[in-house]
Antibody, heavy 121, light 107 residues
Framework: EVQLVESGGGLVQPGGSLRLSCAAS????????MSWVRQAPGKGLEWVSAISNSGDNTYYADSVKGRFTISRDNSKNTLYLQMNSLRAEDSAVFYCAKGGCRSTSCFTDYWGQGTLVTVSS | DIQMTQSPSTLSASVGDRVTITCRASQSISSWLAWYQQKPGKAPKLLIY???TLGSAVPSRFSGSGSGTEFALTISSLQPDDFATYHC?????????FGQGTKLEIK
């Protein structure tokens, strides 16, 4: 059974940093691209970032480019999102998402339960 | 950037109804479109990918159609469990844009 368990969310002040983690199990983690998707309270889904299965290729939404960094440790089956220079508009539930195929050009077939990030003073 | 526009934003229907939600892309995206179902406080679930391929364990009352710029998600006979929010998503190497979502409510 595929499981994606996010952690690391919480309350942070504007300008602060946070690192999210996603522990994956139930599939060959190193074979699949992964993504982060967020959802602000009462709003729609927003793709944030994606990373290839090897970690060699990364992609970012314009809204987070230069502030967020996606990475993965295939030896630990873990996906990360380092978030710097956080703004109030970054407040959202962040979901870890597994690609449905090996390419980054892919839909998401499994989602974690999400971790809440609140940026506020 | 490619924009995805869903309609309607809210849809009221009854159990047993046939409903269709549409998703329009601002430029052609071939068939690189997925549909997800999301219930309050829960993560989304994959319904359809590549515009018309049913996801694993998804009931056959769900179907997807379209290509290019116009897509549709149809539920042939609404069940109580289907009342939720539905999201379309274009996926490609550099673009993973979601529509704004359609909330399906009980009439």
């Amino acid at each position: 059974e595929v499981q994606l368990v996010e952690s690391g969310g919480g309350l942070v002040q504007p300008g602060g940093s946070l690192r999210l983690s996603c522990a994956a199990s139930g599939f060959t983690f190193s074979s699949y691209a992964m993504s982060w998707v967020r959802q602000a309270p009462g709003k729609g889904l927003e793709w944030v970032s994606a990373i290839s299965n090897s970690g060699d290729n990364t992609y970012y939404a314009d809204s987070v480019k230069g502030r967020f960094t996606i990475s993965r440790d295939n030896s630990k089956n873990t996906l990360y999102l380092q978030m710097n220079s956080l703004r109030a508009e970054d407040s959202a539930v962040f979901y870890c998402a597994k690609g449905g195929c090996r390419s980054t050009s892919c839909f998401t077939d499994y989602w974690g339960q999400g971790t809440l990030v609140t940026v506020s003073s | 950037d490619i924009q995805m526009t869903q309609s309607p934003s809210t849809l009221s229907a009854s159990v047993g109804d046939r409903v269709t939600i549409t998703c329009r892309a601002s430029q052609s995206i071939s068939s690189w479109l997925a549909w997800y179902q999301q219930k309050p406080g829960k993560a989304p679930k994959l319904l359809i990918y590549k515009a018309s391929t049913l996801g694993s364990a998804v009931p056959s009352r769900f179907s997807g159609s379209g290509s290019g710029t116009e897509f549709a998600l149809t539920i042939s006979s609404l069940q109580p469990d289907d009342f939720a929010t539905y999201h379309c998503q274009h996926y490609d190497s550099y673009s993973y844009t979601f529509g704004q979502g359609t909330k399906l409510e009980i009439k």
